[in-house]
């Protein structure tokens, strides 16, 4: 029963967490599928807690397998280095989605033993729907949701081109070893699925995810031989003919960066991400055992960016003035805010893939899948940051789950009397619903709370100061009441500053940018703080703030005015 409702819940959230969309909220995409990957991991530690009660569970170190183990080993140094991160409250942040990850992980080796690869038929609809939609919106012809136009409005469900081409990469793989492996219709409807995934990702133009997945296929067709031949060859005519296609966006990039590579234009060469790989090497340099913390790199990034104008040349230097969240290069992350070991331990749960040898019976499946999953995990996380994001994540989980667990169709019977099963369960129940609840609704409330409050604050600036003023007024009163779970959130402190601003409260208005700043160092923050402190007279620490922001973002120097100006931009050392 218990095993029931985890194989339930597992196939739920493959459904519809890739699905997941609120268009009324700040964060309309990652956001939402984040909290449901982490109110799946409450629902699921429940069940495994009741489940622990009812089977008795290896107690030797011994008797656990190597993926448990290293899931155990990846769990406490995450605990270790949040203790030790240079932002404690970024990192528990963080250290939440670690452990949400690891008990979907379990949870979902569990659901394997009598899934197999029937899990992959669970995880395709979802698939499917982003790349039809993909697909759609890359030629015009329709989106469920309003996007920008042009190439950058190819985001599927995920929000990001990017995203798309990372979410589909893994289950792509997927399709074409089911197509592989199996015959009859099942083959050649697989066969159909891998191809409208590869479409999927050629219009979302994700080079690396195409990389990836065109490597992975290489290692198929090394394993495989023969019995691969005709399915890859057809995948792969398909991803060929795209990249030589002038007409493709996809045709076009590969393009560019041919021309880029001869010009040794960097910034066009590594789409601007050379700069927040470079920031993460020092970040590793700085701190090689523990790293800064899970989740700092973000808060650190703008120190480091400033910083490495004195350390490399200045063709490596140059890029797009933006605050990088993520490295875009999961090694690299990991290694600047988990350090050595953590990095070590990232790269031994790709090698375990390969590792595990299961018995002679395994179904064809799992054995076939486990090289080229192990691929294209290995090189899409060399461009991209899918531990980052929650629908790409448990694609990962997923179908890593399925290669390393074996079978299992013997059924076990509980042994905890039924009076005490139920007291466990209502006591289990409460708890999971208390979490989820501060977890996850209270955020995903607030999130569509934070986008009324941007759409009022447009509509105030529009108005005449009275009406503005009353507007503002009620922004304050809502950000307030929401500031407890926001307390983390860049958007919240700006809105808030923002509003402030309406109703002249300068020095609240400075204080509550000082607070930004302790969670997020953004030139924005600076520039915004100093123009506050300019009006409370304060020109010194007014210019010190404008000289930060404008060392990171020269283009901030357009905002600024008068002499200020003058000596703002010869203490950047901007002309």
Known sequence: MIDRAILLVVGAGLVILPMTVV????????????LLFRGEAIVLFALMLLRARNLRLPVRLSEWRREHLLAAAIVVWSIIVTATSTHRALSID??????AAAVIFLATCIAAESLSHRAVDLLM???CVNAVITILQENGIWSPIPVTEGHYGAVGLMGNANDVGTFLAAPAVAAVVMAVTFT???RWLYLAIANLLVAGMIASATRTALIAFVAAMIVLAIVQARRAAVVIAVVLVVVGLAVMSPATTLGRSARELGRAAVDRNYQLLFSERLLPFLA???MTRDHPVAGVGPGCFRFHYMSYRVALEEKYPPEWTRGYPMNWGAVHNDYLQVAAETGVIGLLLFLAAIAILVARRGPPQEATFAGTLRWPLATVIFVVCLAQFPLELAAPRLMFITLGAVCLTVPNIQKRQLRLPHSKLVIVGIILIVASAFAIYHLCVIPFRDNITLREIEERLSVAQSLDPGRAASLARKNLDE????????????????LYGANCEMLELWQEAADIYTRALVIDQRPELYLYRGLAMLHLGDIEHAR????????????????ITGELRTSVAAAAGVQ
């Open 23 to 34: 268009p009324g909220g700040a964060d309309r995409f990652r956001l939402p599928k984040e």
């Open 94 to 99: 963080s250290l939440i989605t670690i452990l």
């Open 125 to 127: 609809p979802a698939c």
């Open 184 to 186: 009859g219709k099942r």
């Open 280 to 282: 993460a090497v020092e």
């Open 479 to 494: 950000l307030r009441g929401i500031e407890q779970s926001q307390k983390l959130s860049p958007v919240w402190y700006t």
């Open 544 to 559: 010190a703030d404008m000289i930060t922001a404008v060392r990171f973002n020269p283009i901030i120097l357009d905002q």
